[in-house]
């Protein structure tokens, strides 16, 4: 949609897009981008250190940060960090736009409604939040704490010790003066500090719950029906974690065909070919790259003996090397002269390795064509050639009459 936007207008050229943290800044190493737009909640790196980095990879760099959150302490983190402008996701067009060019310009833009906050949140000393009290890092691990993320998988995500994100969970919990994690929960979902949307729960009911609860207040916030009948409001509940549960399900099964997808992709179209052969020798699979090299189409060659690509001075260096690669687990390699359906012939750089499963074993096969590397000579197959002019000269002396004299 952003895309779309951003190409309707001529004042702007998108250069590249990332979708997670670290893409952002390996683009800013080798891309030249004046005007970085940064969604808060791009996954992997948190959104104030990818400012930082972004910052310290392009000092010059304009950022313009959009999210769904209006948390007072993350736009002043943000900008205090290096953003030139914060807007609300939630803006219409024209406004973002307008924000966009005001940032490229070397300007800063703030949002009107946020602003406010700040301007109120400066001059009233007791109105300041509890979770401004939090380091950097602290705040970065509170945030990921309640948008679901076990220890384990914080301290995978910010590349620490699970000791360390415990530490710091613990310092924060006493700063805040929680006694745990429902504390923290309910603590988020008052104040709105995140989308319910991007929360990932991994099976804590607590978090589910806190989450439902959160949902349940913005879409019925003045029923009163709702919040006086505990009954009505267990239902309404549970009927929201089941939908979040489904959303939940509908987002992984999205990443995984995207997964799924892309291997795809980066299969089929390897700069090396991929086979597999039966103990018998047959193709029982391969990539497209594989089909081009052999020079047929993929269902000409699945089902059919590899060696029939192999040329005749070669067919025993490959049967030994096949019969040997079954028999071993490390990687097997060696060269040999294939030939193309069409009758070209090209050397082969061949990488063989034994798969067992349950029932039987097969071959797996990296396939390379190094004739560029080492041309293919004559006399590696001249046997082959030297049949074909015997078998040529018996047909034309079965051809020809030999007149004889018999006086």
Not at 85 to 103: C, N, P, Q, W
Not at 120 to 145: C, K, M, T
Not at 251 to 277: C, H, K, N, W
Not at 383 to 395: G, T, Y
Request: aromatic fraction near 4%; include cysteine.
């Amino acid at each position: 949609m952003l895309r779309i936007l951003l190409d309707a207008d001529p004042g702007f050229e998108v250069v590249s897009e990332a979708s997670i943290g670290s893409e952002v800044l390996e683009k800013l190493q080798r891309i030249e981008i004046d005007t970085l737009i940064l969604n808060i909640a791009t996954p992997g790196i948190s959104g104030i250190d990818l400012i930082i980095r972004a910052k310290a990879a392009r000092p010059k760099l304009a950022i313009l940060v959009f999210c769904m959150h209006s948390d007072t302490q993350l736009v002043s983190q943000a900008l205090k960090n290096g953003a030139t402008g914060y807007i609300s996701i939630m803006h219409d067009t024209d406004e973002f736009l307008d924000a966009l060019r005001k940032v490229s310009a070397g300007g800063r833009y703030i949002d009107p409604a946020i602003a406010e906050s700040l301007l109120l949140d400066s001059v009233s000393g007791n109105d300041e939040p509890i979770h401004s009290r939090l380091s950097q890092r602290e705040l970065e691990i509170f945030r990921l704490l309640v948008a679901g993320k076990s220890v384990n998988a914080i301290a995978d995500q910010l590349a620490i010790s699970n000791k360390t994100v415990s530490s710091h969970k613990k310092k924060l919990l006493e700063k805040m003066h929680f006694s745990g994690m429902a504390d923290l929960m309910r603590y988020a979902v008052q104040r709105r500090l995140f989308d319910d949307h991007e929360l990932t729960f991994e099976q804590d009911p607590q978090l589910l719950r806190s989450a439902a609860e959160m949902r349940l207040a913005s879409i019925r916030p003045a029923n009163k029906q709702v919040a006086t009948d505990k009954q009505t409001q267990e239902l309404h509940l549970h009927q929201i974690e089941l939908e979040m549960q489904n959303e939940e399900l509908r987002r992984a099964q999205t990443i995984l065909e995207s997964s799924r997808d892309r291997y795809m992709e980066l299969y089929e179209f390897a700069p090396v070919g991929y086979l597999t052969l039966s103990r018998e020798g047959i193709v029982t699979d391969l990539n497209l790259t594989a089909a081009t090299l052999l020079g047929e189409n993929r269902q000409q060659l699945l089902n059919r003996r590899f060696a029939r690509h192999v040329m005749p001075d070669d067919l025993d260096r490959w049967n030994r090397h096949f019969q040997y690669a079954l028999k071993n687990v490390e990687k097997q390699s060696c060269e040999i002269i294939l030939q193309r359906g069409n009758g070209d012939i090209f050397t082969a750089h061949l990488d063989a390795q034994c798969r067992e499963d349950s029932s039987s074993s097969s071959l797996r096969i990296v396939l390379t064509d190094i004739t560029e590397f080492k041309p293919v000579q004559r006399t590696q197959h001249k046997s082959a050639v030297l049949s074909e002019i015997i078998s040529n000269s018996i047909e034309h002396l079965a051809d020809s009459s030999v007149p004889t004299n018999l006086n």
